[in-house]
């Protein structure tokens, strides 16, 4: 089974001249869930993994899935004002602009290893704030792995000091 097979491009989503990686079609599909997340499971191999952290929104769907395999807790990280208890903000730069992630502050201890997990990896700007956040609450990135890179945007030049799989490589 190829998951590329279930991925759908759509040209010119959500603005003019990007090329949207829409992921409904592997969700839509048990079969082809079932083997993403196997796939993403042995990206992780035998590494020891207490908390799986998951960007919104489609960085939920297989984040959760991997934590249940993994036997670790799972921790979203959020757009700014969704998360209820006390928070750490993390800005990062968009194309235009800036934007701001949220993590709740009691989601990951010191010392804890940690798995994070995208959809895309495009510029790799999102990833990044992600992994400040953890870091800044002490958490140790085991691996940042994604269903998809867009090997063009360079988003792994930001991620250099970590380990960073991807299923598949556009
Ligand atoms: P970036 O911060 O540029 O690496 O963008 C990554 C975030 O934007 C991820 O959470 C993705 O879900 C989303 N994203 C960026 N580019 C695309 C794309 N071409 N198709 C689908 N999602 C994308």
Partial sequence: MKIE???RDIQDFPKEGIGFKDITPLLNDALAMEE???????LVGNKKVDRVVGMESRG?????????????????VRKPGKLPFDTLA????????MDVLEIHADAIKPGEKVLIHDDVLATG?????????VERLGGEIVQVNFLMELSFLHGRDKLASYEVKSLLTY
């Avoid at 993403?36 to 042995?42: C, E, R, S």
């Fill in 90 to 97: 993390q800005e990062y730069q968009l194309e235009y602009g």
């Fill in 36 to 42: 993403a997340t196997k796939q993403l499971l042995d």
């Fill in 125 to 133: 700007g999102t990833a990044e704030a992600v992994c400040k956040l």
């Fill in 5 to 7: 097979n279930y991925i």
């Fill in 60 to 76: 939920f769907f297989f984040a959760t899935l991997l934590a249940k395999e993994l036997h670790a807790g799972f921790v979203p």
